[in-house]
């Protein structure tokens, strides 16, 4: 198995993986993170969980201002993913990547509507009079598609950018300016050609979108390809994928949730948003189009403490191994355990290419997974806020705050679950190195009496 697994199974795993379009895409999402962790704490301040100091917030005004901040931060995330993918793909290709990022936002921005229609207090399409068609308001930009509808837009964009500017910079199809010119005022000419032939491009996309389909082509994306994706995420597949995948990959010593978050992150972070916006509305239910499966879904649920929940492993080996070596392992470990770092554990005990241990290290995650999906599905737990902590911040309050006490409960539910199953394979483990150092005292014993 080993071997199928290492040269028949991994190897086309990890060319996919290596691609420059995943790379970007791994590189590239994490630039909007800061931004979206930052706009999630005030979309905590806009809408705290107490209800009469939220209506007091509401009542003076600054309820407001702290939701616009969250909109400016994290509702307009497609922008900055925009920027990030193709800028991550230049810069790999060895050139200045900062204008490819900024060619890459004004097509996102290219491609989608210049106004949206007028709605009443209900919601409802206002009718215009005369030709009896839905009044429209032009010229603005709706930061829906800046954010969470237009993230595969950015990440198609984001791509296509940084390929085609690469291709111009490698056949050196720019124009370059004396050596005496100033590097950056070179750089601003340099992209001046790929840089007008793709927003011309997308130009020219956007007009046969216009005039066949009678739509923009951020609206087809999002309606042909990232719904059923969003969708797909937000099922059992998603679950499976990002709560298997990950450890998988870390078995074999492959940075598993790095690799997965990078490719995955894009509509983890859709449903994330829009979950967000629902929050915001005060309508966050599964009958209002909540997304169970989300950034926090992932990073609260199936990787807090770690890959592979290693919390309660980290416990046994610190209080309960009698084996000098796994005890080791736990002093060391118990301290990033806290912060979700568990790299100490995984090649330590180890757990990396340990097939005795590999066991409940994929089994963890997978019961998880399922039973927290179950969970929300069934309204045992509300939906997640879509509020994106930081991935460092220590269990517990990772999920008070991505969830409210509801979710910080089962969070910790799903902690002495992954506990109990490590138990019964790192008692076994300990005792089996418990037994070999116990041969090897002796032997030294013997040694020295025959000394």
């Known amino acids: 198995m080993n071997k199928f697994i290492n040269e028949t199974l991994l190897p086309p795993v990890m060319r996919f993986v290596n691609t420059k379009a995943v790379t970007a895409i791994r590189n590239g999402m994490m630039y909007p ?41 994290f509702g307009i995330m ?47 399409a206002v009718m215009d009079p005369t030709t009896k068609t839905p009044l429209q308001t032009t010229g603005i930009l709706d930061t829906a598609w800046l954010g969470g509808k237009g993230m595969i837009m950015a990440m198609v964009g984001g791509l296509l950018v940084g390929w085609i500017y690469s291709w111009f910079m490698k056949k050196k199809i720019i124009i370059r300016l004396p ?3 100033p590097e950056n005022v070179s750089n601003s000419f340099a992209a001046l050609i790929p840089s007008a032939v ?26 042909v390809i990232q719904r059923p994706l969003q969708g797909v995420t937000d099922g059992p597949v998603g679950v499976f994928v990002l709560a298997f995948l990950p450890v998988f990959l870390w078995f074999f010593g492959v940075h598993g949730a790095a690799v997965v978050s990078g490719v995955m992150s894009a509509l983890l972070l859709a449903n994330t948003q829009d979950n967000a916006a629902l929050y915001k509305a005060h309508e966050l239910t599964l009958s209002h189009g909540a997304h169970i499966v989300t950034q926090a879904f992932m990073d609260q649920f199936l990787t807090v403490t770690g ?16 084996s000098e070596q ?73 999920g008070l705050l991505a969830g409210g006490w509801q979710a910080m409960l089962w969070q910790i539910l799903m902690l002495v679950l992954a506990g109990a199953i490590y138990w019964p394979f790192a008692r076994k483990y300990d005792r089996q190195l418990y037994a070999q150092e116990q041969e090897m005292l002796k032997e030294e014993h013997a040694g020295i009496e025959a000394a």
């Open 307 to 322: 890959s592979g929940l290693t919390m309660g492993l980290a416990i046994f080996l610190l209080f309960f191994a009698k």
């Open 78 to 124: 497609a922008v900055w993913a925009a920027f990030g993918i193709a800028y991550a793909w230049v810069k790999e290709e060895g050139y200045e990547g900062a204008p490819a990022g900024i060619t890459s936002i004004i097509v996102l921005v290219l491609l989608q509507p210049n106004f949206k229609a007028v709605v009443d207090a209900a919601s409802k």
């Open 33 to 73: 993170l800061p931004f979206i962790i930052i706009g999630s704490f005030f979309l905590i301040l806009g809408q705290l969980p107490y209800q009469p100091l939220q209506d007091y917030l509401f009542k003076i005004g600054l309820a407001p201002i702290f939701l616009q901040a969250n909109t400016a931060a």
């Open 198 to 223: 793709i927003i011309s491009g997308a130009t020219l996309i956007y007009g046969l979108f216009h005039y066949i389909a009678n739509q923009t082509p951020i609206e087809w994306v999002y309606a």
């Open 326 to 398: 796994l005890k080791a392992i736990g002093k060391v470990e118990i301290g990033p355990a806290i912060f979700n770092i568990n790299e100490p554990i995984l090649f330590g005990m180890p757990i990396v290419l340990n097939p005795f241990m590999g066991v409940p290290f994929m089994l963890a995650p997978l019961a998880s997974g399922i039973l927290t999906y179950l969970a929300i599905y069934t309204q045992i737990i509300p939906p997640f806020t879509g509020i994106l902590v930081p991935w460092t911040t220590p269990a517990i309050l990772s």
């Open 179 to 181: 050596e005496q010119v």
